[in-house]
């Protein structure tokens, strides 16, 4: 069973256009974390939420944490062929013990 | 250099064979963790360390074990590998000193079970 489920899968949209990904879950955290992965390289931290109803922003990218904090989202605005990458959220159920991950949205920019 | 850094970084091996995969630190983090990635399913647990004399199971654990000689050190080895292993695996380090608890990944090692 996975405890975090992401979509879509697959996502392949044109240089400039909007986006949003999603992370849901049956169950509440304490926080949630947003990696992203590019090609031939290990996942790097963007952001962590932690706050019910949380937004972060990180230049294009907004991040928000669920009211009720099953679940969280990610758009991009303006999207460049920077962005292209594996996005993955990920939670911490002990607090910093272990780490689960969400099953990815692959990111494709076309220039 | 990184900070994290993995060997081999990619390794083609037969089913039955013996497979050991290298993970080295110099952040002074005192976590360390395994992890499989293959398409669609994200990151896996396999197996996590938080000090050289503390070993846990994660998601995935069996057909796999580990070792952690050091701080800065932490193997994970197939013991007879199968085809199915065949993945990308990736070692991570976290300190709970600092914000809550960051992972910082090492760029990977493909294994290959032919």
Not at chain 1, 75 to 97: E, F, K, M, R, W
Not at chain 2, 3 to 26: A, F, H, W, Y
Not at chain 2, 99 to 110: K, P, T
């Amino acid at each position: 069973t996975q405890l975090l489920e992401q979509s879509p899968q697959f996502l392949s949209i044109q240089e400039g256009e909007n986006l949003t990904v999603y992370c849901n879950s049956s169950s509440v955290f304490s926080s949630l974390q947003w990696y992203r992965q590019e090609p031939g390289e290990g996942p790097v931290l963007l952001v962590t939420v932690v706050t019910g109803g949380e937004v972060k922003k990180l230049k294009r990218l907004t991040f928000q944490f669920g009211d009720a904090r099953k679940d969280s989202s990610l758009h991009i605005t303006a999207a460049q062929p920077g962005d292209t990458g594996l996005y993955l959220c990920a939670v911490s159920p002990n607090t910093g013990n272990q780490f689960y991950f969400g099953t990815g949205t692959s990111l494709t920019v076309i220039p | 250099d990184a900070d994290v850094t993995q060997t081999p970084r990619n390794r083609i091996t037969k089913t039955g064979k013996r497979i050991m995969l290298e993970c080295s630190q110099t952040k002074g983090h005192d976590r360390m963790y395994w992890y499989r990635q293959d398409p669609g399913l994200g990151l896996r647990l396999i197996y996590y360390s938080f000090d050289v004399k503390d070993i846990n199971k994660g998601e995935i654990s069996d057909g796999y074990s580990v070792s952690r000689q050091a701080q800065a050190k932490f193997s994970l080895s197939l013991e007879s590998a199968i085809p199915n292993q065949t993945a990308l695996y990736f070692c991570a380090t976290s300190d709970l000193r600092f914000g809550l608890g960051e992972l910082f990944f090492g760029e990977g090692s493909r294994l290959t079970v032919l």
